[in-house]
């Protein structure tokens, strides 16, 4: 439902925000160069965001600094962890490959946004470099680039979201345990709370 004071075309929001600079625009590049690739390297997390038409989806990944391999200036390798199954990213890449990532880098504010589109691999030789412990990766996906620029640090200053000071004490939220025994009613919250220590412990790879 729009109401009157709804922004409700590109016109209207192009008005309401003014131009886009020509710097904004020049620094969207089709390739990685030797900034993003090194930007890449030094990263231990990323949100990748997909869609599959019917609604979208945006999936954190974390591993060690690196652990996306650069294998060209447009293609990238992102490993699959085990984790609960849902396989919701993959499910939608079969539908539609176009994906988006944002890398982040502790202690940097400022981040990396990658576009491209991606296709699932079981290529156990391609997939034996991002092995940890010996386990090499079930499947991975490769990501053909299309745009990739920095972002500014704002968003992360505005958050503080690598100030020390920031960080809650944990005790103040409930464990994701107790959460889902709550929000399901199918298990006790310490069945759940022991399932999920074991699994931080001993499934990571």
Not at 40 to 47: A, G, N, T
Not at 54 to 71: I, K, M, N
Request: net charge neutral; with cysteine; hydrophobic share 40%.
């Amino acid at each position: 439902m729009c109401g009157m004071d709804d922004i409700t075309d590109l016109t209207a929001l192009r008005t309401h925000a003014g131009a886009v600079s020509a710097l904004a625009e020049a620094k969207v590049l089709p390739h990685l160069e030797r900034h993003s690739r090194r930007f890449i390297e030094l990263s231990p997390f990323l949100v990748l965001a997909t869609g599959d038409g019917e609604g979208l989806d945006a999936s954190p990944r974390g591993d060690p600094p690196g652990f996306v391999r650069v294998l060209d200036d447009t293609m990238l390798l992102l490993p699959d962890r085990p984790g609960n199954r849902r396989m919701d990213s993959y499910a939608n890449i079969l539908t539609d490959p176009r994906v988006a990532l944002i890398f982040l880098v502790p202690g940097i504010d400022e981040t990396l946004r990658v576009n491209g589109t991606a296709r699932i691999t079981i290529d156990a030789a391609l997939l034996a470099d991002c092995s940890v412990d010996g386990r090499v990766p079930a499947r991975g996906l490769l990501i053909t680039v299309r745009e990739v620029y920095f972002h500014c640090g704002k968003a992360l200053i505005r958050s503080r979201l690598w100030d020390p000071a920031s960080r809650i004490d944990r005790k103040t939220f409930p464990t994701l345990g107790r959460v889902i025994a709550e929000q399901t009613g199918r298990t006790r919250a310490e069945d759940a709370e022991a399932s999920i220590a074991e699994a931080y412990v001993k499934k990571l790879y």
